[in-house]
């Protein structure tokens, strides 16, 4: 029989220990919030508090966290496991990428910001053939006609936009 | 025949064809690319369909969750890198006939197989329609909120090897779902005093964040692969022929499919693996499978295609998703006031049975597509992974912005979108938190309303179904622990063969006090009484 580990995906054991600790500590710590952040209503019977399904939930999240990581393969924190989490932070530039994307839309405008956004990313991965930019200007025209000409997709108009005179702004403010 | 007419009337529009093919063909496309996928590709597209109408935005996303799997199956046989995660099993077989020189009669098979599985499914259900129609209304309050917990704790079982991490995860979704203001008694849970939170964590941000966000950092973190792919030539209807010399396996693989995209949580997966065991069961030449047997590739191709259509029953008779793709679709309904539920098949019939047709005439245009677009959808595996992140990042900002024109959402997905990266990279499952999500939604009002009617705890079962449902939950929850205990036991004795003293924490101890008292052991502990005095000497 062919093996099917597919089915079972094999448990990478780098950083299980950082994020099941770290899930926990978030759970206690909701558990703990849990009277602060919720409103107990006087003569109202137990299902229909507004605090029990948030209860529910976080007592699940708190016994399953902790059975997770006491069933880990390895619970000892170990040198790998801290360079899988800087792994994880090393995440948050591309966080950021998309939230200087997200800022610069309502000032530059949908089609120019999407292209600020980009072609640069395209570079910092690595691409440095001018066919990958070439596609990528394609890709993003492609984009912005599809999704705000065809789809008409609510994406607002940029401040740069209002520098135009009537005719031309109305056409980018529709269109791009 | 009168309900197939009326299915028939309301498809018979520009926009609605337009979406079948649209869907369809962009499914196949989407499923050919290794790294996006359906779920994606539909977390991108949600917020889009919301300004279409409800029939249009269903079958544009139906057509990319029913199409995805086919071309998931071209480069999972020629690349052996299944296009979507559900055609994981048809490398197996698929890649190995490639290796032989029989990469045409691969995909044919693995075209007509699926073609066979998505129709097979889509006549099951047209059959079960009226049967349907009967059942929905007996559900109530107090059985949909166990056919949620039911969807549930399947959801948590179904993830083996990772059950307490998708608990976790699926208790995490549900408490998502509580975040935000309550909606009887409007007070605030866990809002923080943040008027951005007061609206609840939508569940589109989260799906966005979870599926694309996450993948396309995945994606950009990760490294480009070089692939070299060769044309196929030739034709490739000689499968369907190839099919039909196994009815037999291609039926009951159907059967599973069906079966088992009707049980919430299960999904392709198990689907696929049932259906895979059995055929081998069955077969005549068991030693091809995982050889390049057609059987085998037979099997996995027709369960994956049988799921979408039958996973669409408990979302359309009951309103509950079985899986992440139904969820979203989920939402779709709730945007038009569309109110999927036993109400459904008894008002609107006709449009459940216009999404059935739906799903059948995508197959044939599927499958028509394939004849003569392969050598073009091959090529698309060449795009590098680190671009196609880029490309996935750009589209998932489409799908966030246009919701409300918030960043504050755009910062939730984006959050979610690291969480998602993590849990890729840990290679824990992202679906529970979904379904937790919109499952524990379901169950908070159902189990209001249901309440408002118990006085006594076994009140709460004392309707056929509802007891029929809980039984079903306290046979699967007692098979797990069974099955769990049985693996467990040889893992113990595997430890006891290497481990000369018991491995109970009890013995133990008592093992270490005897230990520490005998001859030897007074020994040891001397020379490590020593051993610092020693240290000092030196």
């Keep these: 029989m062919a093996e099917l580990k597919v089915l079972t995906p094999l448990k990478a054991t780098r950083g299980q220990s950082v994020f099941a600790l770290c899930f926990l500590g978030f759970a206690m710590i909701l558990f703990l919030l849990l009277p602060y952040q919720t409103t107990r209503v006087e003569e109202t019977s137990w299902h229909k508090q507004p605090g029990f399904w948030p209860m529910v939930s976080i007592i699940g999240m708190v016994v399953f966290g902790v059975l997770h990581f006491w069933r880990l393969p390895r619970r000892k924190l170990e040198k790998m496991d801290f360079k899988e989490a800087l792994l994880w932070i090393r995440g948050i530039e591309f966080v950021l990428w998309f939230m200087i994307y997200v800022s610069l839309v309502p000032i530059v405008g949908y089609l120019p910001s999407t292209l600020v956004f980009v072609l640069p990313l395209i570079y910092r991965q690595g691409y440095r053939k001018p066919f990958h930019f070439y596609c990528g200007a394609l890709f993003v025209f492609t984009v912005v006609i599809f999704f705000k000409v065809i789809l008409e997709v609510k994406i607002p108009g940029a401040a740069l936009y209002e520098f135009f005179p009537d005719a031309i702004r109305n056409f980018l403010i529709l269109n791009f | 025949m009168e309900n197939i007419l009326l299915g028939f009337d309301v498809l018979a529009r520009w926009d609605v064809v337009l979406a079948i093919l649209c869907g369809s063909i962009g499914g196949v496309i989407i499923g050919a690319i290794p790294g996006v996928g359906p779920a994606v590709a539909i977390a991108i597209l949600l917020p889009a369909t919301f300004s279409m109408e409800p029939i249009v935005g269903l079958t544009l996303l139906l057509g990319i969750y029913g199409s995805s799997m086919y071309g998931g199956a071209i480069p999972a046989i020629l690349i052996n890198t299944p296009g979507t995660p559900v055609n994981a099993l048809t490398t197996y077989e698929g890649f190995p006939m490639t290796t032989r020189g029989e990469a045409r009669r691969a995909l044919s098979l693995a075209y007509a197989a699926s073609f066979f599985g998505g129709i097979f499914s889509v006549i099951c259900l047209i059959l079960m329609a009226p049967i349907l129609a009967k059942v929905a209304p007996l559900f109530g309050s107090r059985e949909i909120f166990l056919a949620a917990l039911l969807g549930l704790v399947l959801v948590i079982i179904a993830h083996r090897g990772n059950i307490l991490a998708a608990g976790m995860l699926a208790c995490f979704g549900l408490f998502l779902n509580t975040v935000g203001l309550e909606p009887v008694k409007y007070s605030s849970r866990y809002t923080f005093d943040q008027s951005?939170?007061?609206?609840?964590?939508?569940?589109?941000?989260?799906?966005?964040?979870?599926?694309?966000?996450?993948?396309?950092?995945?994606?950009?973190?990760?490294?480009?692969?070089?692939?070299?792919?060769?044309?196929?030539?030739?034709?490739?209807?000689?499968g369907f022929r190839e099919l039909s010399r196994h009815p037999v396996v291609a039926g009951i693989s159907g059967c599973f499919g069906v079966v088992m995209g009707i049980i919430p949580g299960v999904g392709e997966f198990t689907a696929q693996f049932m259906s895979y065991t059995t055929a081998e069961r069955i077969s005549k030449r068991p030693k091809a499978f995982g050889h390049g047997s057609s059987e085998g590739l037979i099997a996995s191709e027709t369960a994956n295609n049988a799921v979408p259509g039958a996973a669409m029953i408990p979302l359309l008779a009951l309103g509950i998703p079985g899986e992440a793709l139904t969820a979203m679709m989920l939402s779709v309904f709730y945007v038009h006031n569309v109110i999927p539920g036993p109400g459904l098949f008894l008002y609107q019939l006709d449009f459940v049975t216009a999404l059935y047709l739906a799903l059948l005439i995508l197959n044939v245009v599927v499958v028509m597509f394939l004849m003569f677009a392969t050598n073009f959808l091959v090529q698309l595996v060449r795009i590098p992974n680190r671009y196609l992140g880029v490309c996935i990042l750009t589209l998932g900002f489409v799908g966030v912005y246009s919701l409300r024109n918030n960043p504050s959402d755009c910062a939730m997905a984006a959050v979610f979108g690291l969480l998602g990266y993590i849990l890729r990279r840990l290679k824990l499952p992202i679906i529970p938190i979904i379904l937790g999500m919109v499952l524990g939604g379901i169950m908070e009002v159902k189990f209001r309303s249901s309440m408002s009617r118990v006085k006594e705890p076994l009140d709460f079962i004392d309707r056929p179904i509802a007891a029929m449902i809980f039984a079903v939950i306290i046979i699967v929850l007692l098979v797990h622990f069974l099955r769990v205990m049985r693996e467990w036991k040889p893992r113990k004795e595997r430890k006891w063969t290497y481990r000369k003293s018991s491995s109970k924490f009890g013995r133990l101890l008592f093992n270490r006090r005897k230990h520490m008292l005998d001859d030897r052991g007074k020994i040891l502990r001397n020379l490590q009484l020593m051993s610092p005095a020693r240290k000092k000497e030196d």
């Design chain 2, 196 to 238: 951005w939170l007061a609206n609840g964590i939508d569940l589109i941000v989260v799906v966005l964040g979870l599926f694309a966000i996450s993948q396309a950092y995945f994606l950009m973190s990760g490294d480009d692969v070089k692939i070299r792919v060769n044309k196929v030539r030739g034709n490739l209807f000689q």
